[in-house]
């Protein structure tokens, strides 16, 4: 147990819909990262936030946002959902290397999305 | 552009053998990192092992040691005695630069045969 929590578990909807993804960081962890694992593009690093902060974006679509929250915890939304959308996405946290930290990146279980 | 090349889709192993997985990366950072990470058939991302680039000594865990070659940027992974568990898809993946983002490669599926 990586002490990451990711939920839900598994989410099927249909195309054009909107879902949360929603992710808790190991305890004391500041930031949070969203990766995306599909078939075609592999795995892909979408956004990172630090204390609640966007510090870094990747590959993510603009029908995609996130955010992280004053205790930490941080949703990826995702809107007008299409078909290439599904995959296994997954929340990862670390404590700041820029300040000491590892550089370690501790993975959650992932949210598997399909959309039909 | 920092990039993840492993160039071994599949490989297969017997068990209490030793396998060696590749991996070469390119980035223009002077401070990175290198991991090799595992997933299982469960598909939860599992930490292996990490290399500081500015160690010379490779990095070893257990069963696990690489071999980091720092000016072929080459980063390959030994596991020695593998065992049944050890099956499943072995990520390389590189961070380094203003965040910690994780580049990955595209992965080496490892199947140990009893």
């Known amino acids: 147990d990586s002490g990451v929590t990711q939920t839900p578990k598994h989410l099927i909807t249909a195309t054009g819909q909107r879902v949360t993804l929603r992710c808790s960081p190991r305890s004391g962890d500041l930031s949070v990262y969203w990766y995306q694992q599909s078939l075609d593009q592999g795995l892909q690093f979408l956004i990172q936030y630090y204390n609640g902060e966007e510090r870094a974006k990747g590959n993510i679509l603009e029908r995609f946002s996130a955010q992280q929250f004053p205790d930490l915890h941080s949703e990826l939304n995702l809107s007008s959902l299409e078909l290439g959308d599904s995959a296994l996405y997954f929340c990862?946290?670390?404590?700041?290397?820029?300040?000491?930290?590892?550089?370690?990146?501790?993975f959650g279980p992932g949210t598997r999305l399909t959309v039909l | 552009a920092q990039t993840v090349t492993q160039s071994q889709p599949e490989m297969s192993v017997q068990e209490a053998e030793t396998v060696t997985l590749s991996c070469t990366y390119d980035?223009?950072?002077?401070?990175?990192?290198l991991f090799w990470y595992k997933q299982p058939p469960s598909r939860q991302m599992i930490l292996v092992i990490r290399?500081?680039?500015?160690?010379?000594q490779n990095a070893t865990e257990n069963r696990f040691s690489v071999n980091f070659q720092k000016a072929a940027k080459s980063f390959s992974l030994k596991i020695s005695d593998s065992q049944l568990g050890d099956t499943a898809m072995y990520f390389c993946?590189?961070?380094?630069?203003?965040?910690?983002?994780?580049?990955f490669g595209t992965g080496t599926l490892l199947a140990v045969q009893p």
């Open positions: 290399q500081e680039a500015y160690k010379q």
């Open positions: 993946a590189l961070s380094g630069g203003a965040t910690n983002k994780l580049i």
């Open positions: 980035t223009s950072e002077n401070n990175y990192y």
């Open positions: 990862a946290s670390s404590v700041d290397p820029l300040t000491g930290g590892s550089n370690e990146q501790f």
